[in-house]
Nanobody, 123 residues
Framework: QVRLVESGGGSVQYGGSLRLSCVASGVSSCMGWFRQAPGKEREAVAGILSGGGTTYVDSVQGRFTISKDNAENTLYLQMNSLKPEDTAMYYC????????????????????WGQGTQVTVSS
């Protein structure tokens, strides 16, 4: 069992920055950030494997950075150059079986989920 608690969301203006945190209890092999805007399906943002390998969706490449502090078992998402289209509820997720993380991200099939933290970007 993995418990995830996100924090760090808020309201910022276009071009601003936020850093999301996700404290995890339990062991996982991969973690990821997802987001869901009103009326839209949940989508992947970025993922990270236990070995440190990362992957991003094209829309955030170069603007967002996913990282993990293994000593604190905390996942981060540094978000820079934020745009109104980044507005969404952001969720942290984790899984133990991560042989195909790209597929798990694309199909939103991580096993454990946090409660979400809201990010709002105004123009």
């Amino acid at each position: 069992q993995v418990r995830l608690v996100e924090s760090g969301g808020g309201s910022v203006q276009y071009g601003g920055s936020l850093r999301l945190s996700c404290v995890a209890s339990g062991v996982s092999s991969c973690m990821g950030w997802f987001r869901q805007a009103p009326g839209k399906e949940r989508e992947a943002v970025a993922g990270i494997l236990s070995g440190g390998g990362t992957t991003y969706v094209d829309s955030v490449q170069g603007r967002f950075t996913i990282s993990k502090d293994n000593a604190e078992n905390t996942l981060y998402l540094q978000m820079n150059s934020l745009k109104p289209e980044d507005t969404a509820m952001y969720y942290c997720a984790a899984d133990i079986y991560c042989a195909r993380i790209a597929t798990k991200l694309r199909t939103v099939t991580f096993k454990y989920w946090g409660q979400g933290t809201q990010v709002t970007v105004s123009s």
